[in-house]
């Protein structure tokens, strides 16, 4: 849309539309286009062995709480310089010297916000989707014993995403320092409020694809990818003879363009460096974990079988549960701070970053990366294809009785321990290339907690 504040010389577009004023009352526009088949079959091609398989699209919402919350705010800025910081513009005894903003509502249309920074919902967005699909086979080898093999695949088209619209474009960078020099600001005595107001302004400002705002944020967008293969194995006992066991197995990768949501332990991922080339995000996704091997056992213990009334009410009954967990470790995002440019580092060609005998001092080849030159972007991927933090493994263990005091009085002792090997599982590594730490390894992991034991008593009645 064209933008209605006029200025001479500058051919201006963009602005805030509101729903149930200028633009209809939906918060995006309808879409009913949305088909979401779903197929699944069974076969059994013997007496002990069953085939499964799906597939099916979902579709991702376009409504609910992720999006920004509907009503006006507005934010005044403290302009603490106008020049990239080297000399002083508002201070702390006067931080707004032209008066503190106030939210205007819908009154003023598109003009709302110009000379400051905006917010919205970009309408026309088009809804991702899902599709997931699977095969599976089980075998019952014998009684009580179960082999499952699964082949799991999930691929994400225009998953949900933040959007930043106001970017430099990359052939502007050729300017150089120049972006960052003061020129005469064409909004001077337009706009009367905020860093657009004063006399001069940057170039970058006005090379902007709205320069009346200083920043643009489009809110929930839909331009993120992904694709999962997994290869799942279980092998099952059921509980008999005392005894149980369950082990899965998983290995697979995922890929996409960018983060999803943040999580306890997740790593830390460097966000989009270059709005106008989004392929370049794709890389290994910062939630990959090729493997992963979980094993959980229950055992009734066969101790003072045989033995008088006494031994076998002290030390019969005792029951011993463990889960053990083996992961593969977690993927490295490098970080580089850049002039006027990106926010990765180059990668040196011909020198690779993997180590045979990666140390906590130094875990991946630091030399195989270097700062690139201002106003240019790195070419890192934005997770290392080929080297990971560290692995976990990590093993829980309870054991528990109950006695038997009357018939309706019973006491349960219950000891448990977590991580009981104490094995630490190392953090990332220093992720910004020229800091002290680049490639060192300084802490330990979120998971999993060192060693802790429990003891507890519970009497029922």
């Known amino acids: 849309m064209v933008s209605p504040l006029k200025v001479p010389g500058l051919s201006l577009r963009g602005g805030l539309r509101y729903p149930g004023v200028d633009a209809p009352e939906n918060l995006t526009e309808p879409s009913w286009k949305n088909f979401g088949p779903r197929f699944g079959f069974a076969y059994q091609p ?98 009580n014993w179960l082999v499952e093999a699964a082949w799991i695949a999930n691929k994400g ?31 001077f005595g337009i706009i009367t409020s905020g860093p657009l107001s004063s006399a001069t302004t940057t170039r970058q400002q006005l090379l902007m694809p709205f320069p009346q705002f200083t920043g643009v944020a489009g809110g929930f967008d839909f331009w993120g990818n992904s694709i999962y293969h997994a290869l799942a194995l279980k092998v099952e006992k059921r509980f008999s003879d005392g005894f149980s066991f369950l082990m899965s197995y998983t290995n697979s990768k995922l890929i996409d363009d960018g983060r999803t949501a943040s999580r306890p332990g997740s790593v830390a991922v460097v966000g989009v460096q270059n709005w106008n080339d989004l392929r370049a995000e794709r890389s290994k996704s910062d939630q990959d974990m090729p493997q992963r091997l979980a094993l959980a056992t229950i055992w009734n213990l066969p101790l ?22 083996l ?70 263990a309870s054991l528990s009785k109950t006695f038997a005091i009357t018939e309706r009085y019973k006491l349960q002792f219950r000891a448990e321990a977590f991580n009981v090997t104490n094995t630490p599982t190392f953090d990332t590594p220093g992720r910004s290339i020229g800091s002290a730490t680049f490639g060192v390894v300084t802490a330990t992991a979120f998971l999993p907690r060192p060693r802790e034991f429990q003891f507890a008593l519970r009497l029922d009645f």
């Open 46 to 143: 013997f007496q002990k062995m069953v085939v499964r398989g799906g597939f099916g699209i979902m579709y991702i919402p376009t409504t609910g709480t992720a999006f920004p919350a509907t009503g006006f705010t507005i934010t005044t800025p403290m302009v603490t310089s106008i020049d990239g910081g080297l000399t002083p513009f508002n201070t702390l005894s006067n931080p707004f010297p032209e008066g503190v903003l106030k939210p205007t509502g819908s009154s003023q249309g598109a003009l709302t916000g110009v000379g400051t920074s905006i917010s919205g919902q970009v309408r026309d967005v088009k809804r991702g989707y899902s599709q997931q699909w699977n095969l599976t086979v089980q075998y019952e080898p014998q009684s």
């Open 327 to 396: 992961e593969s470790g977690r993927p490295i995002s490098l970080a580089a701070t850049v002039t006027g440019g990106g926010n990765r580092p180059n990668v040196v060609q011909g020198t690779s970053a993997k180590l045979d005998s990666p140390t906590l001092e130094k875990w991946f080849n630091t030399a195989a990366f270097s700062i690139p030159t201002t106003y240019t972007y790195g070419n890192v991927s934005r997770t290392l294809p080929d080297v990971s933090s560290d692995g976990l493994f990590s093993l829980d």
């Open 157 to 187: 088209t225009r998953l949900m995403r933040s959007s930043t619209m106001n970017y430099l474009s990359p052939e502007n960078f050729a300017l150089g320092s120049q972006l960052v020099t003061s020129v005469a600001n064409p909004f």
């Open 304 to 325: 003072a079988a045989g033995n008088n009334p006494l031994v076998r009410h002290l030390f019969g009954g005792w029951r011993l549960n463990t889960i053990t967990t």
